[in-house]
């Protein structure tokens, strides 16, 4: 069974400023799916960003972007210019590529809360 | 748009007394899941659909319940709330074997048992 960690259960940043939120997973599969989900207070959970883990190349999507180590199993997300509405819940996740189903659903870590300091 | 919708978004249920919780999606996805988050914890899952075909996690408690009438709708059923059902319950839905594949999440039903 896969897992995902998060070990860091709350960041605080400076408005403006760069955090990155750390993950690593867990797993004996070659081929996965990570992503970032975010939950602000209140709110649904949003996708961030999705990364393939056959693709070398680190997913990036505006202020987002990951540091993907495959060797490492580590999946970092890196917020560039923070903004106050960034302040949410995040939630790394694991989908595994298998095709059949109970194979697709998503492991969570158990989230790091990110406040944004005005 | 809404396009995964929950209702109610607040439910105050007695204990033991059975409470219905309803999703609905306009995304047309195959699969439809439903997740228990209680306070700054990850979501877990209960179980999921595919299509009609439904999966239940080995460790979803029996007094938990679904029903997927079709495409669009969803429902979770708890027969006998206790205490410790009171929690944020998330619907979402997926077309995981797409090139998209991620889940759509609904804002959730808070669920309080008095």
């Known amino acids: 069974a896969q897992t995902v960690t998060q070990s860091q259960p709350e960041m605080s940043v400076q408005e403006a400023e760069t955090v990155t939120l750390s993950c690593t997973y867990d797993t004996s599969e070659s081929d996965y799916y990570l992503f970032w989900y975010k939950q602000p207070p209140s709110r649904q959970m949003i996708l961030v960003i999705r990364?393939?883990?056959?693709?070398?190349q680190n997913a990036t999507e505006n202020r987002f972007s990951v540091n993907f180590q495959k060797a490492a199993k580590s999946f970092s997300l890196k917020i560039s210019d923070s903004q106050l509405g960034d302040a949410a819940m995040y939630f790394c996740?694991?989908?595994?590529?298998?095709?059949?189903?109970?194979?697709?659903?998503?492991?969570f870590g158990t989230g790091t809360r990110l406040t944004i300091i005005p | 748009d809404a396009m995964v919708i929950q209702n109610p978004r607040y439910q105050v249920t007695q204990f033991g007394k059975p409470v219905t919780l309803s999703c609905s999606q306009t995304?047309?996805?195959?699969?439809m899941y439903w997740y228990q988050q209680k306070s700054s914890q990850a979501p877990k899952l209960l179980f999921h659909y595919y299509d009609k075909d439904f999966n239940n996690e080995a460790d979803t408690p029996d007094n938990f319940q679904s029903r997927r009438p079709n495409t669009s709708f969803c429902f979770l059923d708890i027969r006998s709330p206790g205490l410790g059902d009171a929690a944020m319950y998330l619907c979402a839905t997926g077309a995981p074997w797409s090139a998209k594949n991620i889940q759509y999440f609904g804002a959730g039903t808070r669920l309080s048992v008095l």
């Open positions: 990364q393939e883990a056959y693709k070398q």
């Open positions: 995304l047309n996805h195959n699969v």
């Open positions: 996740a694991y989908r595994s590529a298998l095709l059949d189903f109970g194979n697709e659903k998503l492991t």
